[in-house]
């Protein structure tokens, strides 16, 4: 059987382009041709450029029209990897989206999430130009309706929406896209049939509730290939996840694979977990009010159970544990629905009750509306808020960041990754004076970092799922999802500890294609 598999690079690769996650899978099978796309995340830059950057994807995608992609593979639930098949749909996807159960019951409140977002970027922008001062025109230096004429086109140019401005997608968009998932997801550890002749079978990558490594099976003359894809993996000691699997029963011709820490080892968790447990009991002691800045999907219920458990277990005084974000508190519902799945979490006996079902946990309270938040923004310690969003440029944990960070009596704890120019690096990085809605804060709260959060394995346990995975000498590895210092580094790491050959790893730019 004549088969040949071509992948082609749109997103997310690992020359400093690390969000946008995007590949193009072409198989060809005898006269068979389809056309499936690994995932579609979106591009996360600055407001200015979003539409620009994400809308490259469409135009990378030419020849190839929307209507002709079959299904789109995802690995979990991260914007970075899902946000942009909204935008998709909007110029014409209307495949399948192949993903895992916890990520399918997730996905429609991301996806509307997101849209939501987008919408309310784009209003804050474009008021933000009509706000400007009109041009004032020289009457004398304008004749017969010259005047008016360029009054009309002056205020024209000031309300109308370049359309580079505009949503990336709307909730109907959101919706459309919700509605292409396959069958309500698929378990781990099941082949599912995605294209005639081509496989697909998920296993558990440990990185958050649901997320995938993708094994694709593609029929050749004398059986089949294997090609694998990491999306994001987890770390090896998780806190309450199970870590991924290292099990990959099927022998891997190609594994394509994340190096966002490849070159990079995690600071120990034991010490920083006993800082943290340090740092209530003391704060208790105080009645200080402590701040999460989390992500929805991983980080705060990483923090709901860990706290819970410190709790349960008389490590730390019994003090409320507020989760004040929407999205975060929707999202609970997937953790909650699978607590007692032991392929999703492990831990059960730890706790003898469900840490994500504030029925059950007498820890957690849930806030809703924003006169809730409000009140409980003022309200004294000793308290926890978990509040989105992670790297503090937009949500709830705002509103406490504005009334806590002048108070000597609040601790901020940073425990994610904080990118360039945003709040939360230049809080980690010890500003002292800094802008929220252009009123400068002196920060007299006391700023606490836990850099052994992070959900995203390091240099170490890439290389040991490789070692686990690696069958044979010809194996080969496509690395993504990282900047040029963090790949370069993971393939020494693997030359020098595996013994692969340089032309055995890949680092693709975006745009090249690669025949697997």
């Known amino acids: 059987m004549d088969t040949r598999v071509v992948e082609k ?3 997310g690769d690992a020359h400093g382009n690390v969000t946008g996650s995007c590949k193009l899978i072409t198989i060809n099978i005898g006269k068979q041709r389809s056309h499936i796309l690994n995932e579609a995340g979106m591009v996360q830059t600055r407001f200015r450029k979003t539409n620009e950057e994400n809308l490259k994807t469409i135009d990378r995608l030419r020849p190839i029209n929307l209507p002709q992609i079959s299904s789109i593979i995802l690995g979990h639930t991260h914007n970075d990897h899902c946000g942009n098949i909204p935008t998709l749909v909007k110029y014409g996807f209307d495949g399948r989206i192949f993903t895992s159960k916890e990520s399918a ?27 400007k ?16 004429r360029k009054q009309r086109k002056a205020k024209a140019s000031r309300i109308i929406i370049d359309p580079l401005c505009e949503p990336l997608y709307d909730a109907v968009h959101a919706e459309q896209a919700a509605n292409l998932i396959k ?4 378990n781990y550890g099941e082949w599912v049939k995605i294209e005639k002749g081509v ?14 490594i993708s094994v694709l099976r593609v029929p050749r003359q004398n059986g089949f290939t294997y090609h694998g894809y990491t999306s994001d993996l987890g770390r090896d000691d998780p806190l309450v996840l199970r870590a991924a699997n290292k099990k990959i029963a099927e022998t891997l011709s190609t594994l394509e694979m994340e190096t966002t820490y490849g070159g990079r080892i995690h600071p ?13 009991n003391r704060g208790v002691r105080e009645k200080r009010t402590f701040i999460f800045g989390a992500f929805a999907q991983g980080r705060a219920p990483d923090l709901i159970f860990l706290l819970s458990l410190w709790m349960e277990q ?10 004040d974000s929407p999205l975060a508190t929707k999202l609970l519902e997937t953790p909650r629905d699978y607590w007692h799945d032991p392929q999703s979490f492990f831990g059960q006996d730890r706790l003898t009750f469900n840490p994500f079902d504030p029925k059950e946990n007498k820890y957690l309270t849930l806030v809703d509306g924003q006169e809730d938040s409000a009140r409980i923004v003022r309200s004294p310690g000793p308290k926890v808020a978990v509040a989105s969003s992670g790297m503090f440029t937009a949500g709830r944990v705002r509103n406490y960041l504005r009334d806590g960070l002048g108070n000597p009596n609040v601790t901020v704890c940073i425990v994610g990754y904080m990118a360039e120019n945003t709040l939360g690096r230049k809080l980690k990085d010890g500003q002292k004076l800094v802008n929220m809605n252009k009123q400068e804060l002196v920060v007299r709260a006391k700023i606490e970092v836990f850099d052994s959060f992070s959900a995203h394995a390091d240099g170490p346990a890439l290389i040991s799922f490789v070692k686990s995975v690696k069958k044979t000498d010809d194996f080969k590895i496509i690395e993504v999802h990282g900047d040029e210092t963090e ?30």
């Open 268 to 280: 120990p968790r034991e010490a920083e977990m006993g800082r943290m447990i340090e740092m209530i």
């Open 9 to 11: 690079f749109l997103g």
């Open 487 to 516: 790949g370069v580094n993971f393939k020494e790491s693997l030359m020098r500890e595996l013994g692969m050959r340089s032309d055995q790893i890949k680092i693709p730019l975006i745009g090249e294609e690669i025949v697997l």
């Open 105 to 131: 019951q997730m996905l429609p409140t991301i996806f509307l999430d997101s849209a939501r977002i987008l919408k309310q970027e784009m209003k804050y922008r474009v008021e933000k130009r009509n706000d």
């Open 199 to 212: 496989d697909l079978k998920f296993y558990g990558s440990g990185h958050v509730l649901g997320s995938a």
């Open 133 to 148: 001062p009109q041009k004032d025109f020289d009457r004398s230096r304008c004749w017969g309706g010259n005047f008016d």
């Open 314 to 323: 008389k490590l730390i005084p019994r003090i409320p544990i507020i989760l």
């Open 183 to 186: 069958n309500g997801g698929f």
